[in-house]
C-alpha cells in the first residue's frame, strides 16, 4: 500500500507543523498575529509595523520599526538586466506568472540570498525581498500598460511608495491620497498571514528541501494564482460583472453554485477553515463603503455584491455548508475602486501574504523542520512483466 493505510485529501485533518505566528479559529472567527488581535492590528498598525511582528515575533520598537524601512530601502533597487526578462513577456500575460518568474530570477541576481545558514543571512535576504518585490509588481503593472518604469519615492512610505510606483503618471506630481494610501495599507495587513493555507504550505515545504527564499516564495506566487485561492479576488469580480451584465439576476447565479452538474462556485464563499464569518471579511466589507464614499464611488456591484451575501446567508444549501464571504468577497470592490485592474488583485494579495510567507519559512528554517515527503495509498497495477512494443 506505500507504507500508510488512510489519505487526507487536501490535508483537510492533517497537522503539517507547529507554528507560533498566527492563531485562527474557524468556529469562533478568530485571528490574530503572533498574539495580536486582526481588528487591532488592522486599526492601529501600519503594514510595515506588521510585517516586523510577523517575521521577528514582537512589535517594533520606533528605532527597530526604522532601521527596518531603512535597510529595505536600501534594498529596493532591481538589477536592470531583470527588465529583459519582464520585456519577453507578452503584454498578455497574466501578472502573477509574470512575478513567480521574476521572483524566481531574481536569484540569479543576488546569489547570496541562495544559501542562508544564519539569521544574519536570512536577515539580508528578507530586506532584499521586501524592498524588491514591490518594484517587481509596479513594474509588472506599468509594462502592461506601457507606462515608464520608476523606483517611486526614498521619502514616503513603503505603501505609500508602492502607489506612487504604480500609479504615478508621466510628467505629473504624485498627488499621495491618504484614503488609497490608509486603504491598501489595511488590506495588507489583513491579508499577511493565515496559518497553514496551500500558498503558505507550498513555500514551507519547497523551503524544507533548503531552496531559497526568492525560489520557495516564487512557487507560493503561482500557489496563491489559482481561483479557488488567492485568484478568488479576482473570480468574485468577474462572477459580480457577469451577474450585472446578465441584469443582476442573483438567483440564477445562487441556483448555479448549488448545481452539482454546474462546476460554477459562487467565489469569494466558503473557506477550509472559517465555518462563520472570515473576520477579515467583515472588515474590509466595512471598509469597502468607507473608501467607495471617501472616494465619492458609486459602485453598483457594491450593491451586487451585498444582494448575493444576503441571500446566501438565508440559504440553506449555504447554511447547511456553513458557507459564508470569506477574504476574497469585498476586497476586489476596494480594488477596483483604488483604480487597480483585476488581474492585478491577486498580486495586491500577494503582496500582502510576502511578509506572511517569509516568516513561515523563516520559522521552518530556524526550527530546522525535516524536508517535507508525505507517503501514498498505493491503486495502481501489481507487478506484471514487460512487454515488447511488437506485441503491445
Ligand atoms: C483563500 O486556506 C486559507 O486560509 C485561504 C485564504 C488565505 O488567507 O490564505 O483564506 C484565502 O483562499 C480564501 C478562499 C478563496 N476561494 C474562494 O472563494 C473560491 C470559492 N470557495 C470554494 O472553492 C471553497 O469554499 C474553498 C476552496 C474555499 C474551500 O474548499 P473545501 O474546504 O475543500 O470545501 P469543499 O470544496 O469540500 O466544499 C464543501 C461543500 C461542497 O458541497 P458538497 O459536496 O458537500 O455538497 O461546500 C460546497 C462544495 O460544493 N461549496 C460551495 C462553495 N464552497 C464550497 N458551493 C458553492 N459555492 C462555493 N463557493
Same mark, same amino acid.
Given at each position: 500500500?506505500g507504507?500508510?493505510?488512510?489519505?487526507?485529501p487536501?490535508y483537510?485533518?492533517?497537522g503539517?507543523?507547529?507554528s507560533?505566528?498566527?492563531?485562527l479559529d474557524?468556529?469562533k472567527?478568530?485571528?490574530r498575529?503572533r498574539?495580536?488581535?486582526?481588528?487591532e492590528?488592522?486599526?492601529k498598525?501600519?503594514?510595515l509595523e506588521v510585517?516586523y511582528?510577523?517575521?521577528?515575533?514582537?512589535l517594533?520598537?520606533?528605532?527597530q520599526?526604522?532601521k527596518?524601512?531603512?535597510?529595505?530601502?536600501?534594498?529596493?533597487?532591481?538589477?536592470e @538586466?531583470?527588465?529583459?526578462i519582464?520585456?519577453a513577456?507578452p503584454?498578455?500575460?497574466?501578472p502573477?506568472? =509574470?512575478?513567480?518568474s521574476?521572483?524566481s530570477?531574481? *536569484?540569479?541576481?543576488n #546569489?547570496?540570498?541562495?544559501?542562508v545558514?544564519?539569521e544574519?543571512d536570512m536577515?539580508?535576504a528578507?530586506?532584499?525581498?521586501?524592498?524588491k518585490?514591490?518594484v517587481?509588481?509596479a513594474w509588472?503593472? %506599468?509594462?502592461?500598460?506601457g507606462?515608464?518604469l520608476?523606483?517611486?519615492?526614498?521619502?514616503?512610505?513603503?505603501v505609500?511608495?508602492?502607489?506612487?510606483m504604480m500609479?504615478k503618471?508621466?510628467?505629473?506630481?504624485?498627488?499621495?491620497? #491618504?484614503?488609497l494610501v490608509?486603504?491598501?495599507d489595511k488590506l495588507l495587513?489583513?491579508h499577511? @498571514?493565515?496559518?497553514?493555507?496551500?500558498? *503558505?504550505? *507550498?513555500?514551507?515545504i519547497?523551503?524544507s528541501?533548503?531552496?531559497s527564499?526568492?525560489?520557495?516564495?516564487s512557487?507560493?506566487?503561482?500557489?496563491l494564482?489559482?481561483?479557488?485561492?488567492?485568484?478568488?479576488?479576482q473570480?468574485?469580480l468577474e &462572477?459580480?460583472n457577469g451577474i450585472?451584465e446578465?441584469?443582476?439576476d442573483t438567483k440564477?447565479?445562487?441556483?448555479?453554485?448549488?448545481d452539482?452538474?454546474?462546476?460554477?462556485?459562487l467565489?469569494?464563499f466558503g473557506h %477550509?477553515?472559517y465555518k462563520?464569518?472570515?473576520?477579515?471579511?467583515?472588515?474590509i466589507?466595512v471598509?469597502?463603503?468607507e473608501?467607495?464614499s471617501?472616494l465619492?464611488?458609486?459602485?453598483?456591484?457594491? @450593491?451586487i455584491a451585498?444582494g448575493?451575501?444576503?441571500e446566501?446567508?438565508?440559504?440553506?444549501?449555504f447554511? @447547511?455548508?456553513k458557507?459564508?464571504?470569506n477574504?476574497?468577497?469585498?476586497?476586489g470592490?476596494?480594488?477596483?475602486g483604488?483604480?487597480? #485592474?483585476t488581474?492585478m488583485?491577486? =498580486?495586491?494579495f500577494?503582496?500582502? %501574504?510576502?511578509?506572511g510567507?517569509?516568516a513561515?519559512?523563516?520559522? &521552518?528554517r530556524?526550527?530546522?523542520?525535516p524536508?517535507?515527503?508525505?507517503r501514498? =495509498?498505493?491503486?495502481?497495477?501489481?507487478?506484471r512483466?514487460?512487454k515488447?512494443?511488437?506485441n %503491445?
Open positions: 500500500t507504507g500508510v493505510t488512510t489519505i487526507d487536501g483537510k485533518n492533517t503539517s507543523c507547529e507560533a505566528i498566527t492563531f474557524g468556529e472567527g478568530i485571528l498575529y498574539g495580536y488581535s486582526i481588528e492590528l488592522a486599526d498598525a501600519d503594514f510585517a511582528l510577523l517575521i521577528f515575533g514582537e517594533p520598537t520606533q528605532a520599526l526604522d527596518f524601512h531603512a535597510d529595505i530601502k536600501e534594498q529596493s533597487v532591481v538589477d @538586466d531583470v527588465k529583459k519582464l520585456d513577456f503584454k498578455s500575460a497574466h502573477m506568472g =509574470v512575478l513567480s521574476l521572483t530570477a531574481l *536569484t540569479a541576481f #546569489p547570496s540570498s541562495v544559501n545558514e544564519s544574519e536577515y539580508k528578507i530586506v532584499k525581498i521586501l524592498g518585490f514591490p517587481l509588481v509588472t503593472l %506599468r509594462k502592461k500598460q507606462l515608464p520608476d523606483y517611486g519615492d526614498k521619502n514616503l512610505g513603503y505609500e511608495n508602492i502607489l506612487k500609479f503618471q508621466p510628467n505629473e506630481e504624485y498627488k499621495q491620497n #491618504p484614503i490608509n486603504a491598501l495587513i489583513l499577511a @498571514d493565515h496559518e497553514q493555507n496551500c500558498s *503558505t504550505s *507550498t513555500v514551507r519547497v523551503g528541501a533548503h531552496t527564499l526568492f525560489a520557495s516564495l512557487s507560493g506566487i503561482s500557489a494564482w489559482g481561483p479557488l485561492h488567492g485568484g478568488a479576488n473570480a468574485v &462572477m459580480l450585472q446578465d441584469g443582476g440564477k447565479y445562487m441556483a448555479k453554485a448549488k452539482k452538474n454546474d462546476p460554477f462556485r467565489m469569494g %477550509r477553515v462563520n464569518f472570515d473576520p477579515r471579511a467583515k472588515i466589507k471598509a469597502a463603503d473608501v467607495l471617501d465619492g464611488i458609486e459602485d453598483p456591484i457594491l @450593491d451585498k448575493l451575501e444576503k446566501a446567508l438565508e440559504d440553506k444549501y447554511v @447547511d455548508r458557507l459564508y464571504p477574504v476574497d468577497f469585498y476586497s470592490i476596494i480594488y477596483r483604488m483604480g487597480i #485592474p488581474d488583485f491577486t =498580486v495586491m500577494a503582496l500582502g %501574504r510576502l511578509p510567507w517569509i513561515q519559512w523563516r520559522e &521552518m530556524l526550527r530546522k523542520e524536508i517535507g515527503r508525505p501514498q =495509498v498505493y491503486i495502481g497495477e501489481n507487478r512483466d514487460f515488447d512494443i511488437k %503491445r
